[in-house]
C-alpha cells in the first residue's frame, strides 16, 4: 500500500554503514520508525531533511512484514529555521519533542496531537513572545488528547496539591487552555496568573505522566 504523509522527525540514529533509521510523528500513522538509505552519503541531501524538529513530506510502501519501512522519496515542507537560533525556543521545543516521542507508543495515530505539535512549533518559529504560554497551552492539550481532561480533574493528585496552595489555579489554566493565541498570530493575549505558581504546577504535571525527561531540565530553568 502506498503512502504519502506530512511527518515530524523525533529522532534519528546511524544505520549499517551509510543509512539512518528516522523515528517520526506521522499524520497518518503516528509515531513509526523508518529506514532511508544511503541518507549519509557525501553529497546526499537527506542528512538536511532529516534533522530534528523538520516537518517533512515522506512516501513509501507499506508492508506488515516489515518492522522498518524504506521511505523513497521525502522533502522538507518546515524546517522552522528561527527556532534554531534562539535558545529558549530550542529548549522548549525539544522538550515538547521529547514528550512525543516518550509519550507514544509505535504505531499509536493522534491527527489533533499532530497539528497540536505543528502549531507550537509554528509559533516558536514566527513569535517571539509568550514562549511558555505556549508551551503550557501544548502541555495541558496533549494530556487531553491522551486522556487527561485537567482542568475538570480536581481529585488529580497534582492538581490537589496545587490546588490547596492556590484556590484559583484551574481558573488560569483554562483561560491558558481555552486560548487560540497559536492560530491567531495578532491576538495580544496578556494572560494575568502567578509565574512561579503555574510553572511549578505544570512541571509537576510533566514529572508525574511524563517522568525521566532529559531536556526538561533544562526547561525547567527556561521558565524560571
Sequence with gaps: ???????????????????????????????????????????????????????????????????????????????????????????????????????????????????????????????????NDAFYFFILHLLKNIGYDIIAAKEHPIVKRHLSKEAGLLDHIKEIYDSNFLLDKHSKNSFNYNKKSISSFVSDLIKYHFPDLKSFNVAREVFK
Design 1 to 131: 500500500m502506498k503512502i504519502s504523509t506530512p511527518a515530524i522527525v523525533l529522532k534519528t540514529t546511524l544505520f549499517k554503514e551509510s543509512s539512518i533509521i528516522a523515528r517520526l510523528f506521522t499524520l497518518e500513522k503516528g509515531k513509526s520508525s523508518y529506514v532511508i538509505k544511503a541518507a549519509m552519503r557525501q553529497k546526499s541531501p537527506l542528512k538536511s531533511i532529516y534533522q530534528q524538529l523538520n516537518e517533512i513530506q515522506i512516501s513509501y510502501i507499506h508492508s506488515n512484514k516489515r518492522q522498518l519501512q524504506p521511505i523513497y522519496d521525502s522533502k522538507i515542507l518546515n524546517n522552522w529555521d528561527n527556532i534554531s537560533i534562539d535558545l529558549k525556543k530550542t529548549v522548549l521545543s525539544l522538550s515538547i519533542i521529547e514528550i512525543i516521542d516518550k509519550g507514544f507508543d509505535e504505531g499509536d495515530k493522534d491527527e489533533d496531537t499532530y497539528y497540536l505539535l505543528k502549531n507550537v512549533l509554528s509559533y516558536f518559529d514566527s513569535e517571539n513572545n509568550n514562549y
